[in-house]
């Protein structure tokens, strides 16, 4: 069975082996629908919009973990990956704004470090919850792996053995597909020019996720061409400038992935490998621009037992 459609501003596909006639369609749209309302900015009263406009609200308990696990790979990414930096996002103009050459960063500051939630976490779901005075979040660098993790569980409690969950382009998978084969995953090329079916790299999954955080299809040109990425450096609030084109990370689950690969475009490819090498369980794959415009791949010292390509 394959269920696909619209999600998260996205798309999602996922193919599970179940018996004729089984359809878990509807519970898959029901967390779809779920995670929209409540970490969605694009959604006025969503969850995640009533705390950035400073309501003290009861979080659901899914937003509860994506915000507890925001907090864990902060820490472990050395603040690499940090939800508080909704107000640079804002104010650089990356989120449907204007792009702006000037900002005043340090004000901003003010109101970014993920350090001021740790002390107001959230508690017992009895518990309202609300952000340091100021503070807004932004968890679309965590949100979809989480959410491919959520239907990876129901599909695990209906006792189903095979499946490939896609959201976003984050993917998890175990077993085989329908011709008895491990599942196959592409990582794009990182061109504006790609022809579909056309990938860098191909990698064999099994009980394994795969996230990407690439930067290829969203830069501006600074006044020397050079490409000025949608990352935000969360230390100095300014956009980060960088050739690493995109991160591929290999993890046991998708948001530990998807939380990796987005501090990765923080850290630089080498400061990147260096991170991921620190976690047994994660590998990493790096598409880097050179500067006469080719690219060449960098990658961690086990990508290669994933590869196939």
Same mark, same amino acid.
């Given at each position: 069975?394959?269920?696909?459609?619209?999600?998260?501003?996205?798309? $999602?596909?996922?193919?599970?082996?179940?018996?004729? *006639?089984?359809? @878990?369609?509807?519970?898959?749209?029901?967390?779809?629908?779920? /995670?929209?309302?409540?970490?969605?900015?694009?959604?006025?009263?969503?969850? +995640?919009?009533?705390?950035?406009?400073?309501?003290?609200? =009861?979080?659901?308990?899914? $937003?509860?973990?994506?915000?507890?696990?925001?907090?864990?790979?902060?820490?472990?990414?050395?603040?690499?990956?940090?939800?508080?930096?909704?107000?640079?996002? &804002?104010?650089?103009? $990356?989120?449907? *704004?204007?792009? &702006?050459?000037?900002?005043?960063?340090?004000?901003?500051?003010?109101?970014?470090?993920?350090?001021?939630?740790?002390?107001?976490?959230?508690?017992? /779901?009895?518990?309202? =919850?609300?952000?340091?005075? *100021?503070?807004?979040?932004?968890?679309?660098?965590?949100?979809?792996? $989480?959410?491919?993790?959520?239907?990876?569980?129901?599909?695990?409690?209906?006792?189903?053995?095979?499946?490939?969950?896609?959201?976003?382009?984050?993917?998890?998978?175990?077993?085989?597909?329908?011709?008895?084969?491990?599942?196959?995953?592409?990582?794009?090329?990182?061109?504006?020019?790609?022809?579909?079916?056309?990938?860098?790299?191909?990698?064999?999954?099994?009980? /394994?996720?795969?996230?990407?955080?690439?930067?290829?299809?969203?830069?501006?040109?600074?006044?020397?061409?050079?490409?000025?990425?949608?990352?935000?450096?969360?230390?100095?609030?300014?956009?980060? +400038?960088?050739?690493?084109?995109?991160?591929?990370?290999?993890?046991?689950?998708?948001?530990?992935?998807?939380?990796?690969?987005?501090?990765? /475009?923080?850290?630089?490819?080498?400061?990147?490998?260096?991170?991921?090498?620190?976690?047994?369980?994660?590998?990493? @794959?790096?598409?880097?621009?050179?500067?006469?415009?080719?690219?060449?791949?960098?990658?961690?010292?086990?990508?290669?037992?994933?590869?196939?390509?």
């Amino acid at each position: 069975m394959t269920n696909q459609g619209p999600a998260q501003g996205s798309t $999602f596909s996922i193919s599970y082996l179940v018996s004729e *006639g089984v359809d @878990y369609r509807t519970e898959i749209d029901s967390i779809l629908d779920d /995670m929209d309302a409540q970490m969605s900015l694009w959604i006025n009263n969503s969850e +995640i919009s009533r705390l950035n406009r400073g309501d003290s609200i =009861y979080l659901s308990s899914s $937003f509860q973990g994506v915000i507890m696990k925001s907090l864990l790979y902060s820490e472990l990414t050395e603040g690499a990956f940090d939800i508080t930096i909704a107000p640079l996002i &804002k104010g650089w103009g $990356f989120s449907g *704004g204007v792009r &702006k050459d000037y900002v005043n960063v340090d004000s901003l500051m003010n109101y970014v470090g993920y350090e001021r939630l740790v002390a107001s976490r959230p508690g017992a /779901m009895l518990e309202k =919850y609300a952000l340091p005075s *100021g503070y807004e979040i932004d968890v679309n660098g965590i949100a979809q792996g $989480f959410t491919v993790d959520l239907v990876v569980n129901l599909l695990k409690n209906k006792g189903v053995e095979n499946y490939m969950v896609e959201i976003g382009g984050e993917v998890r998978c175990k077993g085989t597909n329908i011709q008895g084969r491990k599942w196959r995953i592409g990582i794009e090329e990182p061109s504006e020019q790609r022809i579909a079916g056309q990938f860098q790299a191909i990698v064999e999954l099994d009980t /394994m996720s795969l996230a990407t955080s690439g930067n290829y299809r969203k830069y501006w040109e600074d006044e020397r061409g050079q490409k000025v990425v949608h990352s935000i450096d969360p230390e100095t609030g300014m956009p980060f +400038i960088s050739n690493l084109l995109s991160a591929s990370i290999i993890a046991p689950n998708a948001t530990m992935a998807d939380a990796l690969a987005t501090a990765s /475009m923080i850290k630089g490819v080498l400061g990147a490998i260096e991170m991921i090498e620190q976690f047994p369980s994660a590998e990493g @794959y790096f598409i880097v621009g050179t500067k006469l415009g080719e690219i060449e791949v960098q990658q961690t010292s086990g990508w290669e037992k994933y590869s196939i390509k």
